[in-house]
């Protein structure tokens, strides 16, 4: 597809744009997932406390992937809103302020993280994994302008509808990552610092095959050389509005983690987390669909409000939330039955082949918080995609920090339900948090139809 035809395609019917930057996007997302999992399959054989490790810096990691998404929201956004305003010197310019704001952030968080991670590790009880935690974590988090800026430059690519090239940038990361790990956990010996090396180097590759594209070959349709750079106040500050509040939205997520690995912990002890570890790999597998849309009509919800289309702004927000519950039945179903030969991914060793039956339980609980999701994520990216980010930080702290938070401590304490009690209870705060997400979206478009069909606004 040639550059024009990604702006025309974004620009036009928002079903089949929503469908077409979708698609790519979840075999990006796939991708991702995959050599997550990967990460945890392999590293499972080291034992459950090395696999506890991955689940207590997971919400970590969550943050560390959380800064470059955030910025690349802010960008896409923005971006999108330009390109559907028409307003192409700036979206250049846009796209070059997203890059400064990923080399600032990157240095400041690269500090803090490394200063602070073992005080942040004991507060979230690592107890006896603490070291395996420290040994993967200074590792990722010392490379932490590698996956600030992959996030961004994907962004980038998927402002203007060029999924092809982001997924191909996210394949090479997650081919070389599945290739890398039993190599650099076994065969070299360096077990768990082997498999948090793969993952830098892999996501060092694709920055490069991103950089050349962008710089090398200089074939996209903005142009990100220096000449467009124009400091501009406004520019940053408009990009923050969504970074920021998208970026604490996974620390939000990183915060809920943190909280039910320790529910978890007084539950059932350091065991339930690597159980709950290796069941929410499964989970975010089969989230993968729903992320992608999710990605999609972020930018057809930008360009749509940025053309001052109501009509296509609606549609993106009604056809993605149809579509997401369609593929959730589908994917929770699947889960569900296949449940326990899941499980035996995270237990083909003697020293982890006693989790399988639980983490089989797990799975098939939840499989019910795939079919949560739809309407509170779909809502939440459009609010992104108009450069309301603010609303969104909002709907994900009702959901997932107020919500799942109470309702699992409810019913696994007060109701006494125990770990069973703490699964059902993020899955209805989940739920319940989503549909107050989808009316505020809904009043919120119905709002600016009101705004955009006077007369004084269509001259």
């Known amino acids: 597809m040639s550059k024009n035809k990604n702006i025309e395609m974004i620009t036009g019917d928002p079903k089949n744009a929503i469908i077409r930057l979708s698609i790519p996007m979840m075999i990006s997302m796939l991708l991702i997932m995959l050599y997550n999992i990967a990460d945890s399959i392999w590293v499972s054989g080291l034992g459950p406390d090395a696999l506890a490790a991955i689940g207590f810096i997971t919400p970590l990691f969550m943050v560390l992937v959380g800064l470059g998404n955030g910025i690349g929201a802010g960008a896409n956004s923005l971006i999108a809103r330009f390109i559907g305003a028409k307003n192409f010197k700036q979206a250049n310019n846009a796209g070059l302020h997203a890059i400064l704001l990923c080399v600032i952030v990157s240095v400041i968080f690269t500090v803090l993280m490394l200063i602070f991670m073992r005080n942040l590790l004991e507060m979230m009880g690592a107890g006896n994994t603490i070291q395996y935690a ?5 590792i990722v988090f010392g490379a932490l302008i590698i996956f600030v800026f992959s996030g961004v430059a994907s ?4 402002s203007e509808g060029d999924m092809k090239r982001a997924t191909y940038a996210i394949a090479v990361t997650a081919v070389m990552n599945i290739i890398l790990d039993p190599i650099f956990i076994y065969v070299l010996g360096l077990g768990i610092t082997g498999a948090a090396w793969a993952t830098v180097l892999s996501a060092t590759l694709s920055c490069l095959v991103m950089s050349y594209w962008i710089w090398g070959k200089k074939d996209l349709f903005l142009d990100l050389t220096p000449k467009n750079f124009s400091y501009e106040t406004k520019i940053m500050l408009d990009t923050l509005q ?8 996974n620390i939000v997520f990183s915060i809920l983690a943190i909280a039910i690995n320790g529910m978890l912990v007084v539950a059932s002890g350091t065991t339930a987390v690597a159980v709950y570890t290796a069941s929410m790999r499964i989970v975010q597998l089969a989230m993968i669909p729903l992320i992608g849309i999710g990605t999609a009509v972020l930018t057809v ?8 289309n109501f009509k296509n702004l609606k549609t993106s927000h009604s056809f993605s939330i149809k579509l997401g519950f369609a593929l959730s039945i589908a994917i929770g179903v699947v889960m569900f039955i296949f449940s326990a030969p899941l499980a035996t991914l995270f237990s083909y060793t003697s020293a982890s082949a006693g989790l399988s039956p639980q983490i089989a339980t797990a799975i098939s609980i939840l499989s019910l918080f795939v079919l949560a999701v739809p309407h509170g994520m779909m809502s939440s990216m459009v609010f992104q995609g108009v450069g309301k980010g603010i609303y969104s930080l909002i709907i994900t702290l009702l959901r997932s920090l107020i919500l799942e938070t109470v309702c699992a401590y409810i019913l696994g304490f007060v109701f006494g339900w125990g770990v069973i009690g703490i699964y059902i209870g993020v899955i209805l705060g989940c739920f319940i948090g989503g549909t107050v997400g989808y009316i505020w979206a809904k009043l919120f478009i119905r709002k600016y139809s009101r705004i955009w069909d006077r007369p004084e606004d269509s001259n």
Do not use: Q
């Open 134 to 138: 420290l040994d993967y974590g200074n």
């Open 242 to 249: 969504v970074a920021i509040p998208s970026t604490l939205e």
């Open 301 to 308: 919800a930008g360009v749509s409000y940025g053309a001052h």
């Open 155 to 158: 962004a980038i690519f998927r």
